[in-house]
C-alpha cells in the first residue's frame, strides 16, 4: 500500500473502497451525488471528491448527509464522531453510583412497594443495564436475572399505584418481557418466545407505549424471517411501522422488511426498503447508548444492508460492508456485537464459495461458528444459506458438506 494511502482518514479510505465496490469512476460517484440534492450543485464536484478521497478537507455538514445517501449509508457510518468508551463497570457500582443505592437495597425498596422517583429511576437503570448487556452477557444467565426482575415488577403492577407509577412499571415489565423472549429465541426455544412476544404486546398496548409495542412486532418480524415465513415478515413489519412510526425500532423493521424481500428475490423493493430505513436512521439523534439491545445504533444500517446485498448477489458490496462490520466489531470498534461478527464472516464466506475458493469460505464460516455468544435461529438461517452455497459449488469435497453438520450441533436449542 502506498504511503499516501497508508496516512489518509478512515472516512477518505472508505470513499474509495465504497466507490471502487460499486465498480464507479469519481464521475459517477459526483453524478450519484446530485440526485440526492434538492437543488443544483456547483460545478468542479469531480475535483473536490478526489481531494476527499485523498483526505485533503473533510466533506462539510451539507455534503455529508448527500455522500451518505449515494454511497447507500448513513453519515455516522462513514463519517463517525469520536466518542470517548465509559470504563467498564459492573451494574451495582453503576446503579450505586446514579442512584445511592445498591440492588439489595432497591429490591428491598420494590418489596416495600417504597415507588418514590429514586426508585423507580433505579428500577429503569436496572432494565436499561439488562438490556446493553443482551450482545455480551452469558444469555441464560441473563434470562435467570431477567424473569427475577419481571416477576417482582409483575407483583407491584398487581398493588395499587398511582396512575404514573403504573405507567412506568408497565414500561419496565415490557422491555423486560421483550428481552425474555428475545434470550428465549436465541436458546431455540420457539414456543416459550412467541407467548414472551405476545405478552409484551399486551403490554405495550396497555402501557400505551409504541417502543415497546414496536419491538413486538419486530420480534415476530423476525422470527418469521428465521423460519423462512417472508409474507409474514412484511406483514409484520408494515404493522409494526404503523404502531411506531419515526422511532428507532421503524428501522430495524425496514431492514427485516428488506430481507425478506431479498430472501422471495424481489431487489427494488429490497432497495425501497433499506432506503426508507436509512433515510430514517440518518434523521435520528446517536444514541445515548448504542449497546442497548432496543436501540437501533447508526453503526448497525450497514449490519442489514450486508445481508440483503449477499442474497441478491452484490458480492462487492456485501464483502466491503462484512469486512466495515468486522472492523467495529473488536475491543475498539463502535458496535462490539459478536453476533453481527458472525453474521459478517458468513457473508465473507459466501463471497468465497461464489469466487470458488473452498478455503477462505471454511476459514470465515468456522470463526462465525465459533463464538459463544449467539442466536441460534438466525445464525443457522444465514448459516444454512452458507452451506447449500458450499454444497453447490463443491459436491464432491467432504470439507463442504461437513459444514452443515456442524452448524446443525451449534445450533441445537439449548
Known sequence: MPDDQRERPEWASRLRRARDARGWSQGDAVRALRTHAGSPLPDGLTDQWKRWE?????????????????????????????????????????????????TDELVERLRRSALDTATLDALAFTVEQFCCGYARRDPLDLLSETRRWLSRV????????????????????????LLAGCLEYDAGRAGPAEATRRAALALGTEAGNPQVTGWAHEMRAWFALTGGRHREVIDAAHAGQDAAPGRS????????????????????????ALEQGRSLLDALPAPDRPDHHFVVDPQKYDFYAMDCHRLIGDDALAGLLATEVLRRSGPDGCAPSPMRAAEAEITLAVVAARRDDLDAALVHGTNALDGARRSAPSLRMVGTELATALEDRFPVDSRATDFRRVLDEVTAPV
Open 154 to 177: 409483575a407483583g407491584l403492577l398487581e398493588r395499587r399505584t398511582t396512575f404514573a407509577e403504573h405507567r412506568d412499571l408497565l414500561d419496565a415489565a415490557g422491555q423486560l418481557t
Open 54 to 102: 485523498r483526505g485533503r478537507n473533510r466533506p462539510d455538514e451539507f455534503y455529508r448527509p448527500l455522500i451518505a445517501a449515494a454511497l447507500g449509508t448513513v453519515v455516522e457510518s462513514l463519517f463517525p464522531e469520536e466518542r470517548p468508551r465509559p470504563p467498564e463497570r459492573n451494574t451495582e457500582d453503576l446503579l450505586l453510583a446514579r442512584s445511592g443505592m445498591g
Open 249 to 272: 425500532v421503524a428501522v430495524q423493521l425496514h431492514a427485516q422488511e428488506a430481507k425478506a424481500w431479498a430472501r422471495i428475490g424481489d431487489r427494488r423493493n429490497v432497495h425501497t
